[in-house]
């Protein structure tokens, strides 16, 4: 798993076109989002991820709360990202890995929102710009 962690004054997107044959089912009010104040993780769930997946999950929650708690962000926009990789997991695998990333900062208290897996999107994000403000994080599954 690659991560991109920008702390952003906001993010926000809006879907264009499928990417994917079958892209994640969205309701109308997911084809659009904005989140201010936000710590945006950009993810590309990658093929030796497959292998433990939620040892992935684990270590990349960790890993976005440690720098949460280092730039005081309480909100995170996780999005997934297919271009901070050249071994991408298989689309199902990868959906998998994000809804329960989400669904895991949530019971960690965070605001959550993740962008829709599957589609092209526009966005636009307002980096801070202060020192931890771009950050990457590489996770690897033990086993
Ligand atoms: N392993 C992955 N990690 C994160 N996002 C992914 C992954 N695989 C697919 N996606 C999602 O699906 C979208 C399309 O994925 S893609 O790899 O860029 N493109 C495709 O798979 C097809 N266009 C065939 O090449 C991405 O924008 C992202 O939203």
Redesign the pocket.
């Known amino acids: 798993m690659r991560m991109l962690l920008i702390h952003s004054d906001y993010l926000e997107y809006e879907v264009k076109d499928k990417?994917?044959k079958s892209?994640e089912p969205i309701s109308e009010e997911q084809k659009k989002g904005r989140l201010e104040e936000v710590l945006a993780v950009f993810?590309?769930?990658?093929k030796a991820d497959e292998s433990n997946p939620e040892e992935v999950v684990e270590k990349a929650v960790a890993e976005i709360k440690d720098v949460a708690s280092q730039v005081k962000a309480n909100r995170i926009f996780v999005y997934?990202?297919?271009?901070l990789?050249s071994e991408?997991?298989?689309?199902d695998?990868?959906?998998k890995v994000?809804q329960r990333i989400e669904e895991r900062l949530r019971e960690e208290g965070f605001e959550v929102k993740r962008?829709?897996?599957?589609?092209?999107?526009a966005f636009r994000l307002s980096c801070k710009g202060h020192p931890l403000a771009e950050l990457s994080r590489t996770i690897v599954p033990s086993g």
């Open positions: 990417a994917l892209p993810m590309s769930v990658e997934p990202f297919a271009h990789s991408l997991a298989k689309p695998v990868a959906l994000l962008a829709p897996f599957g589609y092209y999107k």
